[in-house]
Nanobody, 129 residues
Framework: QVQLAESGGGSVQTGGSLRLSCGLSGFHENIGSAYCMAWFRQVAGKEREGVAAIDSDGLTHYTDSVRGRFNISEEKAKNTLYLQMNRLQPEDTAMYYC????????????????????WGKGTLVNISS
């Protein structure tokens, strides 16, 4: 059984940093060595937004609003996906979710999220001004 679990959310002031982690249990055993992993965020009442993605080759993608501030990475030995978030702004406030699926997803509209099979339950990030 595949399980994703986010951690690292919290409250910080504008300009601060947070690092989100996503532990992936059973994922690599299930999908193999070719995969796509991503971070999404959602504010209540608004559509989910794709934030960043990384594939098994290390190719990364970012939405424009976070490029240069956020960094997605993975630590394969620990089956963990990270999102380093710097220079945080109030508009970054949201529930953040990690998601994972087949490798080809990263080569398409990964930010739509519908093709990713596995999702975590989210971690809340709150940025105060």
């Amino acid at each position: 059984q595949v399980q994703l679990a986010e951690s690292g959310g919290g409250s910080v002031q504008t300009g601060g940093s947070l690092r989100l982690s996503c532990g992936l249990s059973g994922f690599h055993e299930n999908i193999g060595s070719a995969y796509c992993m991503a971070w999404f965020r959602q504010v209540a009442g608004k559509e989910r937004e794709g934030v960043a993605a990384i594939d098994s080759d290390g190719l990364t993608h970012y939405t424009d609003s976070v490029r240069g501030r956020f960094n997605i990475s993975e630590e394969k030995a620990k089956n963990t996906l990270y999102l380093q978030m710097n220079r945080l702004q109030p508009e970054d406030t949201a529930m953040y979710y990690c998601a994972a699926g087949a490798w080809y997803v990263c080569g398409g509209p990964w930010y739509e999220g519908y093709a990713l099979d596995y999702w975590g339950k989210g971690t809340l990030v709150n940025i105060s001004s």
